[in-house]
């Protein structure tokens, strides 16, 4: 049985706001965000310009747990993981 791996993103928008969210698919979640009914209610108004950050997980648990601790974090430490500058 092929296990599923469960991605962490943060999206950063034309204006420099940045989404973080699930999914096992970044490539097609990142499309629903931009043109898709899908996509998150943040999205509307906002356009979605590139993906800046993955990380993989084994499980949808793991990969929730994370979510939730860099949705807590402040914007500078999102900045600073996206660019490799905190290990979380």
Do not use: C
């Amino acid at each position: 049985m092929k296990q599923v791996k469960w991605f962490v993103y943060i999206i950063q928008s034309e204006k420099g706001h940045l989404y973080t969210g699930i999914t096992t698919d970044v490539e097609r979640r990142f499309k629903e965000h931009s043109d898709s009914p899908k996509g998150a209610k943040y999205f509307r108004g906002k356009v979605p310009v590139e993906v800046v950050f993955t990380k993989n997980f084994k499980d949808r648990s793991s990969a929730s747990k994370f979510e939730t601790i860099v949705k807590k974090m402040t914007r500078i430490n999102k900045i600073k993981m996206i660019k490799g500058e905190m290990i979380v």
